[in-house]
């Protein structure tokens, strides 16, 4: 009976100590394989190199017509004659339209013929003057005669003088109110005359970039609604107050174009020139990340992950203007850089 107890537990002495050896091997085992394997983050990297960088003000203006004018009459009278049409050319000083004035043409024929008369009488009278045969009183009352006829002249020659609308420089005739035959009230507008050839951007510039525009400075046009091609001109002017109602002042550029898209009142991107730098790095907007301290990206380095300090330029579309915290030639990560952390082992795929 008692051998019987000893070899029992012998045996479960053995089993244990058996399942026990076992379980330590598989522990054992499992640690050394969980050391020996490395977790890597598969990014992908593009090699970056820098670049002379413009920097621009983006604005949004409205084209202006340098020279515009709506031409109206003094004179209430019909249309009699309509030399240059809608879409036409007018060269400064050519009839544009002209108005029925045989009244006052009669009245001017008038005029001119009682001042030759005067004027013949005044010749006259100074004549015999000088030769004591009249009296002072009659000369001058002759002079007198004859300067309110040539008053009279003139005022009937500048009313006849405005039943022709002029063109006042090189214009095209943009819109015309009035058919032949029509009558027009004095004061009313007849036709809206446009240079265009010359034309200006209007903006109003936020008053964070006061002192950062003068006159003089470059600028890039966009039509973005009818073209894509840039349009390039100066900035002639630059308003000293501040708008209230949008905290803004007015800025004017000039531009010289004979692009068939340009026309009055189009709204335009405006990119005021604000500087011009060397060895600046243009990297896509979406591998920047914001961080209290500023922004940062990742490069890799001998297939470490590195994260760098960066100061942020400007902004245009979908990319930033880097001017400081990259070198030429870091390989920047571009893909895979969301959830890395500084120090950490990578693995490029591309």
Do not use: H, W
């Not at 593009?46 to 004018?69: C, F, H, M, N, W």
């Not at 209230?244 to 800025?251: C, E, G, H, L």
């Amino acid at each position: 009976m008692k051998e019987s107890i000893k070899i029992c537990l012998s045996v479960i002495a053995l089993i244990a100590f058996g399942v026990f050896a076992q379980s330590c091997s598989e522990t054992e085992g499992s640690e050394t394989e969980e050391v020996s394997k490395e977790i890597l983050v598969s990014v992908e990297i593009s090699r970056i190199t820098s670049r002379e960088y413009i920097d621009y003000i983006p604005l949004i203006g409205t084209i202006k017509a340098v020279q515009r004018t709506t031409l109206s009459t003094a004179e209430g009278a019909e249309i009699e004659k309509i030399v240059k049409d809608k879409g036409q050319f007018a060269v400064e000083g050519d009839t544009v339209i002209v108005l029925k004035n045989d009244l006052l043409k009669a009245a001017l024929d008038a005029a001119a013929a009682q001042y030759k008369l005067d004027q013949v009488t005044f010749e006259k009278q100074g004549q015999i003057y000088k030769d004591n045969v009249n009296s002072e009183f009659q000369y001058l009352q002759s002079k007198y005669r004859r300067d309110q006829s040539l008053a009279n002249y003139n005022m009937a020659k500048a009313r006849y003088d405005r039943t022709f609308l002029i063109a006042p420089f090189n214009c095209i005739v943009d819109r015309r109110y009035y058919d032949v035959g029509e009558f027009v009230l004095p004061g009313s507008p007849v036709v809206d005359l446009v240079n265009n050839k010359n034309y200006k951007v209007e903006v109003g510039v936020p008053e964070k970039y006061s002192g950062q525009i003068s006159i003089g400075d470059n600028a890039k046009i966009i039509l973005k609604s009818v073209t894509a091609d840039e349009i390039f001109g100066k900035v002639v002017y630059v308003g000293t107050s501040i708008t209230p109602d949008n905290r803004t002042f007015p800025v004017e550029i000039s531009i010289s174009s004979d692009s068939k898209y340009i026309r009055p009142e189009l709204a335009a991107e405006v990119f005021i020139e604000n500087g011009i730098y060397n060895d600046v790095f243009i990297i896509p907007d979406e591998v920047v990340t914001r961080i209290d301290e500023g922004y940062i990206i990742f490069v890799e380095d001998s297939g470490i992950a590195k994260s760098r300090l960066i100061e942020v330029l400007n902004r245009s579309g979908e990319n930033i203007a880097v001017r400081k915290g990259l070198n030429n030639n870091d390989n920047l990560i571009v893909v895979g850089y969301q959830n890395l952390i500084d120090g950490q082992k990578i693995s490029v795929v591309n």
